[in-house]
């Protein structure tokens, strides 16, 4: 039996998936959680097999919290449900220690085998991510840049051209501001831009926004 713990803010997202779950002989759900500090809370009473995570979860954004559990619970494994961009984001979170990223648009067969595979310890990715990413690089030149930036980076790029400001980002990644400077910095360098416009321009080239 494959024990999932659902962490999505969305309660017709959680009731959903554990109505498809509960239809299948080989999975339970022993919990379902809103917030990370009540999948926290909740990791400390159960030990799943795999953990459903949405990416923009209340409280610590997505990537944050994954590498807390990975911190926290070690032998946790993660599966990324999200609605955000699959091409940007599933690396990021893969590199920060899920064993996969999952679309809010996949199929139902492919939900129930990414928990499978995932629960046996395997990565998952979607054959359209497997794609993309066997695709030349020289055709897809903002996803070039993309990839000179670390988990980090993408984290203060996405919080910047969602238009928070530098205090903002410090206070949601738990940096100091002169660190936010620094990496915003670092950004405009490895994404070739001289000025905030154009990197914020990139970032949507990016699909950050």
């Known amino acids: 039996m494959i024990k999932v713990l659902i962490a999505d803010n969305h309660p017709i997202v959680r009731l959903g998936v554990k109505e498809v779950l509960s239809r299948q002989p080989d999975f339970d759900v022993i919990a379902d959680v809103a917030t990370t500090s009540e999948l926290f809370e909740t990791l400390k009473k159960v030990s799943p097999d795999v953990v459903m995570l949405e990416m923009d979860i209340p409280e610590i954004n997505g990537i944050a919290t994954l590498r807390k559990i990975k911190d926290e619970f070690p032998n946790t494994k993660v599966l990324m449900f999200s609605g955000q961009s699959e091409d940007v984001y599933a690396l990021s979170t893969i590199r920060a220690g899920a064993f996969g990223y999952l679309s809010k648009s996949a199929d139902i067969d492919y939900i129930m085998s990414a928990l499978r595979k995932v629960a046996e310890g395997n990565m998952f990715i979607t054959n359209e991510l497997a794609q993309r990413l066997a695709f030349d690089e020289g055709t897809q030149k ?12 993408v984290e203060v790029l996405k919080l910047l051209a969602s238009g928070k400001r530098n205090k903002e980002v410090a206070e949601g990644l738990n940096l100091n501001e002169k660190t936010v400077s620094t990496y915003k910095a670092r950004l405009m360098r490895k994404l ?18």
């Open 192 to 209: 070739n831009v001289d000025n905030l416009v154009d990197l914020l321009q990139q970032a949507k080239a990016l699909e950050l926004y």
């Open 142 to 153: 903002p996803r070039r840049f993309f990839r000179k930036l670390s988990t980090r980076e």
